[in-house]
């Protein structure tokens, strides 16, 4: 869970306990702050002075001794009596977060705080989906969570610039009412307004102003509507329902969504509401996973579907997509669109299939979220069925004069360790989904079954 430098097999490794409390609303601290009393006696012999002090010099020097604990490799089932536990040295922060319903989808709202924000403690909106075992009982929560103070641990310098660093993070929610369990959920990028929408599993999606929820948080007084209705909700999925779905960040209020028949429509905001296209774009032969608009043209978006295929579209042009590729043997599930990836280096001929960058054979389940770190456009994070959340950079290379990373992984079988894994963080029971923290850099925001974490490694 873990990932230091690249000097030797344990940098990637880390152990890690979570524990989840029930309600939501509770942040859980890493750090022990009690002391083991120890077992057994002291005594006190009638030496010098001198003598007492290097005794107990020697003595602090083998109680601060960090305990040899086992290095973990992914994929090893943890005997019985062990646990994972946090190698706090590598992360600037990391902080958990339980809930009252697993969140399976959520999203970073933008806010005002500015962008480029490095120091501690710091602050984060986001907005999330449920899945409770009923469907009234399924909610949005908007959140407020601060006070994220840096991570402390045996080592660190004595002065920091975190001036608060015993004081608990706090988390701060409002929450509106959803019929239906949330597949997936997106935040309109906007610097003023706050609007999300939401794919519900009976096939609807609902678009939300929460503009007043997340200003309430920090204007007093101001009290959001309780009884929070959709300003708009869109029913051309019918009954079947979706799990694409994007805000285009160049052109605004433009919103797809992609349901199980394979169709994909068009929501756009105009002056007195939004408005949904009759017309769906139709190509895929199944499900739709996937949408992602491009983050650099205003008409390009692409797909990725249970069909295998990733497709590139024109939404001036709804019947066929402009380019298409059988890019696995299984279902596609997730995409993320690199900002620097140019269309023209996708090969013209039908026949041809596109260059990989690279391809890493390393999580051992389905890949269940993936994202470009907004600025370092060489590096990404991916999460899978595994419980691993990996952070990567296709930009490392090995020396041709060093010797792999070898690891001993399940089974006592050796693993290379790719020189391009950069982090391992585990911990986390069915990671959902991930998200990069686009205004501070380096925080990563996931979510799983039992609950959130958020955390900066201390390599992104």
């Known amino acids: 869970m873990v990932g230091k430098k690249r000097e030797n097999p344990e940098d990637h490794e880390q152990r890690m306990k979570i524990e989840v409390d029930e309600g939501m609303g509770e942040f859980e601290d890493r750090i022990e702050d009690d002391m083991d009393d120890g077992e057994g006696e002291v005594v006190i012999h009638n030496d010098s002075d001198e003598d007492n002090d290097e005794a107990m010099e020697e003595d602090e020097e083998e109680q601060e001794k960090p305990e040899d604990l086992p290095v973990y490799l992914p994929g090893r089932e943890l005997e019985e009596g062990e646990e994972l536990v946090a190698?706090?040295?590598?992360?600037?922060?990391?902080?958990?977060?339980?809930?009252?319903?697993?969140?399976?989808?959520?999203?970073?709202?933008?806010?005002?705080?500015?962008?480029?924000?490095?120091?501690?403690?710091?602050?984060?909106?986001?907005?999330?989906?449920?899945?409770?075992?009923?469907?009234?009982?399924?909610?949005?929560?908007?959140?407020?969570?601060?006070?994220?103070?840096?991570?402390?641990?045996?080592?660190?310098?004595?002065?920091?610039?975190?001036?608060?660093?015993?004081?608990?993070?706090?988390?701060?929610?409002?929450?509106?009412?959803?019929?239906?369990?949330?597949?997936?959920?997106?935040?309109?990028?906007?610097?003023?307004?706050?609007?999300?929408?939401?794919?519900?599993?009976?096939?609807?999606?609902?678009?939300?102003?929460?503009?007043?929820?997340?200003?309430?948080?920090?204007?007093?007084?101001?009290?959001?509507?309780?009884?929070?209705?959709?300003?708009?909700?869109?029913?051309?999925?019918?009954?079947?329902?979706?799990?694409?779905?994007?805000?285009?960040?160049?052109?605004?209020?433009?919103?797809?969504?992609?349901?199980?028949?394979?169709?994909?429509?068009?929501?756009?905001?105009?002056?007195?509401g939004f408005i949904t296209d009759k017309t769906a774009y139709t190509g895929h032969k199944s499900s739709i996973e996937d949408i992602q608009w491009s983050p650099s043209q205003g008409a390009v978006f692409a797909t990725c579907s249970a069909d295998q295929t990733i497709k590139i579209w024109d939404s001036r042009t709804k019947n066929k997509p402009q380019l298409s590729v059988h890019a696995h043997d299984s279902d596609v599930n997730v995409i993320s669109w690199n900002s620097i990836w140019d269309l023209r280096t996708w090969p013209q001929s039908k026949t041809k299939t596109p260059e990989t960058a690279a391809t890493f054979n390393w999580h051992k389940a389905p890949i269940t979220s993936i994202d470009w770190h907004p600025t370092e456009t060489s590096m990404l994070a991916v999460s899978g069925a595994d419980e691993q959340l990996t952070i990567w950079d296709l930009a490392l290379e090995r020396d041709e004069e060093e010797d792999p990373l070898i690891g001993i992984g399940a089974g006592g079988q050796q693993i290379e360790v790719p020189p391009q894994l950069l982090f391992v963080h585990q911990g986390q029971k069915n990671i959902k989904e991930l998200h990069w923290h686009k205004q501070a850099p380096g925080v990563i925001i996931s979510t799983a079954y039992d609950g959130f974490n958020v955390f900066k490694p201390f390599n992104a």
């Open 87 to 272: 190698d706090l040295s590598t992360y600037d922060m990391l902080h958990s977060m339980n809930v009252e319903w697993p969140c399976l989808s959520f999203d970073i709202l933008q806010d005002k705080l500015g962008n480029g924000r490095t120091n501690f403690p710091m602050t984060c909106y986001t907005v999330a989906g449920s899945q409770a075992p009923t469907a009234s009982e399924n909610k949005i929560y908007i959140m407020k969570m601060s006070m994220l103070h840096k991570t402390k641990f045996d080592d660190d310098d004595e002065f920091s610039d975190d001036e608060n660093e015993d004081e608990d993070p706090v988390l701060e929610f409002k929450t509106i009412a959803h019929e239906g369990g949330v597949n997936r959920i997106r935040a309109m990028p906007h610097p003023e307004v706050s609007i999300i929408a939401a794919m519900s599993e009976t096939g609807k999606v609902n678009i939300y102003d929460i503009t007043t929820h997340v200003d309430s948080f920090d204007i007093p007084g101001l009290i959001p509507p309780r009884d929070t209705k959709p300003i708009y909700t869109i029913t051309n999925h019918g009954a079947y329902e979706g799990y694409g779905i994007d805000w285009s960040s160049v052109q605004s209020g433009h919103l797809l969504t992609g349901d199980g028949k394979g169709r994909i429509f068009l929501t756009t905001k105009t002056d007195s």
